[in-house]
């Protein structure tokens, strides 16, 4: 059955992923949004012919606009045009690709008008989890995880009864610094940080990978997916990333989700639920992968990760305002402007400062953010 989706984020590694995937299954595109690269949207435009396209960027916009005038799309400027594409009624999928805080308005309004999301946006949830969670369901919205750990989840917990799962469990590649010490760490150069072992990824969620904050998102992530208490999610170094995640249940059964990195297969199962694609192809080959191993998260040097567990705990903005801060640190170690270890050193500064609503609402989540923004970047004076 074909089915129209907007891709929000096209020009990013999911979303071009996602544009390969649909293309395949024969899916029309509604809306492809970016932010500054005009001259790969313009590539997508003329192979795809989606109705709109978004520049977040205002020059960016203006030179796609010249560079596509022959063709039938139109093009749109600002934030706004991307949530209006996300809450356009006569579409079936909105596939969330957005980086940072920037995709939780566009998810909401989504969900507002009916709309199925696709969500790899983790922020989404990290900043406004119980908000769109409860949104969701009084909309009757499908949410479904692109993650590749969330996707794996997500499969494992189908057809069992959820007071049956007694703990989920989340795998993390330990990021491009694993068996190294706390005091190897110092003078980490952006190149180094970049070099993730296994999945080829954006910088920001890279950066990311190689702190751990990574798998604190993922985790709260988890807990709002699938409602289950923190005490009750692990996150487990797998080196290999060949097990995607885990659940445990009640009588000791574990199930796995496993498999070679491809992002194909948690994008295409997102967007065709309970369907499956086809992919011919090479298969997992157990014999070329003779060893699984896995070991406990070194929490003395991955501090985001028990910061992460904080804000979890503490609910309210606590998570909102961790977020923003580590996207203002993570942007700034990218050009330049601040060492590796200033990254945790500056969410934690915006924590013991920050202001924090215990039942926030839209407004407050986006106050949260600014003020957590503002306060990272007091820190590394920017």
């Known amino acids: 059955m ?12 999911i979303g071009t992923q996602s544009l390969k995937v649909c293309e395949k299954l024969g899916y029309r595109l509604y809306a492809l949004t970016a932010h500054a690269n005009w001259q790969l ?7 795809f012919h989606p109705a709109v396209a978004v520049m977040t960027d205002p020059q960016a916009a203006q030179k796609l606009q010249q560079a596509v005038e022959d063709c039938s799309t139109a093009v749109l400027c600002g934030m706004q045009s991307v949530v209006e594409a996300a ?7 909105v596939i969330n690709a957005l980086m940072g805080v920037a995709g939780l308005l566009p ?4 969900i507002q008008a009916g709309n199925d999301v696709a969500l790899a946006n983790k922020e989404t949830l990290v900043a406004g989890g119980k908000l769109v969670m409860q949104l969701a369901k009084e909309k009757g919205v499908r949410l479904t995880p692109i993650d590749s750990e969330h996707s794996a989840i997500f499969q494992c917990l189908q057809g069992n009864l959820a007071q049956a799962v007694e703990r ?3 795998t993390a590649s330990g990021g491009p610094f694993y068996g190294r010490t706390r005091e190897q760490l110092k003078g980490i150069k952006k190149e180094q940080a970049l070099r993730h072992p296994n999945w080829s990824m954006g910088a920001k969620i890279t950066i990311d990978s190689s702190t751990l904050m990574n798998k604190g998102l993922e985790f709260i992530e988890a ?10 999610i692990s996150i487990l170094v797998h080196p290999q ?23 194909r297969m948690p994008i295409s199962l997102a967007l065709m639920y309970p369907r499956r694609a086809n992919r011919p192809g090479e298969r997992f080959d157990f014999l070329k992968h003779p060893q699984l191993t896995f ?8 501090p985001a990760l028990d910061i992460a567990y904080d804000c979890l705990r503490r609910r309210g903005t606590a998570a909102c305002t961790m977020n923003g801060a580590n996207e203002v640190a993570v942007a700034a170690f990218l050009g330049g402007r601040c060492a590796w270890l200033d990254i945790v050193r500056a969410i934690e500064h915006a924590l013991n400062r920050a202001s924090f609503a215990a039942a926030p609402t839209l407004a407050d989540y986006a106050a949260a953010d600014g003020e957590a923004r503002r306060l990272a970047a007091e820190f590394l004076a920017l």
């Open 168 to 170: 989920l469990i989340i």
């Open 2 to 13: 074909s089915k129209i989706v907007s891709i929000l984020g096209s020009t990013g590694s």
């Open 107 to 110: 998810t909401v309004r989504a």
């Open 41 to 47: 949207m313009e590539q997508q435009i003329r192979q």
């Open 223 to 232: 807990m709002w997916l699938f409602s289950m208490p923190p005490e009750r």
């Open 295 to 302: 070991a406990e998260v070194d929490r003395v040097k991955y």
């Open 241 to 263: 990333s060949i097990i995607h995640s885990m659940v445990e249940f009640e009588d000791g059964a574990i199930k796995a989700q496993l498999g070679t990195p491809d992002m």
């Open 87 to 93: 809450e356009y009624p006569q579409q079936d999928v």
